[in-house]
């Protein structure tokens, strides 16, 4: 099993900011998404979020997660897709740095996004 808190703080404070040159605002929004992903798996298998492991977070947590995000916290599906687009980040990540759960990342990144309505051109007249 491979231990989920040394990979994730590399991702959050060496390759987004120096090796991705995301802002400082995309960093503290994927560390809000991750914090909330931490809590939420942590009390769902009964275990502290430093026992966490990286094989816990499979496709089913995810989804629970993002369903969680979506009615239990009533995040609208804009919000929804921008924790999965985090999520994914961390686990194209996690493809390079460990072998072993390249399936897993696999799997994880194959989650699709929703579908969202497209806001109307309100500038616009017909003439």
Same mark, same amino acid.
């Given at each position: *099993? ?8 590399a991702?959050?404070?060496?390759? +987004?900011?120096?090796?991705r /040159?995301?802002?400082?605002?995309? %960093?503290?929004t !994927? $560390?809000?998404? @991750?914090? +909330?992903? %931490?809590? @939420?798996a ?9 026992? &966490?492991e =990286?094989?816990?977070l499979?496709?089913? *947590?995810?989804? /629970?997660?993002?369903?969680h ?5 009533? #995040? ?7 924790? &999965?687009?985090?999520?994914r #980040? @961390?686990?194209?990540? =996690?493809? !390079? ?7 897993? /990342? &696999?799997?994880?990144? #194959?989650?699709?996004t ?6 109307? =051109?309100?500038? &616009?007249?017909? $003439?």
């Amino acid at each position: *099993m491979t231990a989920l808190a040394p990979h994730l703080s590399a991702y959050l404070r060496e390759h +987004l900011p120096r090796e991705r /040159a995301v802002s400082p605002h995309t %960093v503290k929004t !994927y $560390a809000n998404c @991750f914090v +909330l992903l %931490v809590q @939420f798996a942590a009390d769902r298998l009964k275990r502290r979020p430093t026992d &966490l492991e =990286i094989e816990a977070l499979g496709p089913d *947590m995810i989804m /629970a997660f993002l369903d969680h995000v979506e009615t239990g916290r009533g #995040s609208c599906v804009r919000t929804r897709n921008g924790r &999965l687009a985090a999520i994914r #980040s @961390f686990f194209r990540y =996690i493809e !390079y740095r460990i072998p072993a759960c390249l399936d897993l /990342a &696999l799997r994880v990144r #194959s989650i699709p996004t929703k579908k969202t309505d497209k806001a109307l =051109i309100d500038y &616009l007249d017909r $003439a």
